[in-house]
């Protein structure tokens, strides 16, 4: 088995201190602002990074709890397979949400639609590219019939 082991590169400071009432993903979080503060070792990396409207943050979920590999989504009321799903309980908890990039200054990254929680550990920051990121003729599996309505979270994850 290969070890990995990342350094956090930042901290993200955002409203949401619990897991209940935290919006799902960056699309149910429009006007949620927060900043992504980057550790000084790391802020020449920012360079050039100001002409992007939107960055991939990958983030430690630092508040998850233990995993299981059948989970009812937040959109679900049907078990489902952990991987088919973006539940923070994960063998490796990372988080993937692609935010707004408001403004840079210094070493303080503002951002605009925040699924995350405060203090929550980034592990690095990507430019978000349509061209790169982007696809047609999307299948979404079970969400094509999901029965949940929720923006927000619950504590099914603490
Ligand atoms: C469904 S996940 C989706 C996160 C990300 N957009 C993704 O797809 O990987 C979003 C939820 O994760 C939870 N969450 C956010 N930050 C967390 C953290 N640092 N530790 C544990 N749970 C967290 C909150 O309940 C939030 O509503």
């Known amino acids: 088995m290969v070890m990995c082991e990342y350094n ?3 901290v993200v400071h955002s409203p949401f201190k619990e897991a209940r009432g935290t919006p799902i993903q960056p699309s149910r979080a429009k006007d949620v602002m927060g900043t992504v503060e980057i550790f000084d070792e790391y802020v020449e990396g920012l360079d050039d990074l100001d002409g992007f409207s939107h960055i991939i943050l990958l983030y430690h979920f630092h508040r998850s709890g233990p995993y299981r590999l059948k989970v009812k989504p937040f959109l679900d009321t049907s078990l489902r397979g952990l991987f088919a799903t973006r539940a923070p309980s ?3 908890p990372i988080g993937l949400s692609v935010v707004e990039l408001v403004g840079i200054n ?4 503002s951002v605009r639609g925040l699924d995350i929680l405060d203090e929550t550990p980034v592990l690095d920051i990507k430019p978000y590219v349509g061209e790169f990121d982007d696809r047609e003729d999307i299948r979404t599996g079970w969400l094509e019939s999901a029965r949940g309505r929720t923006d927000v979270a619950d504590d099914r994850f603490e």
Do not use: K, Q, V
């Open 8 to 10: 956090a590169i930042g």
């Open 90 to 92: 994960r063998p490796n």
């Open 106 to 109: 210094g070493n303080t990254l």
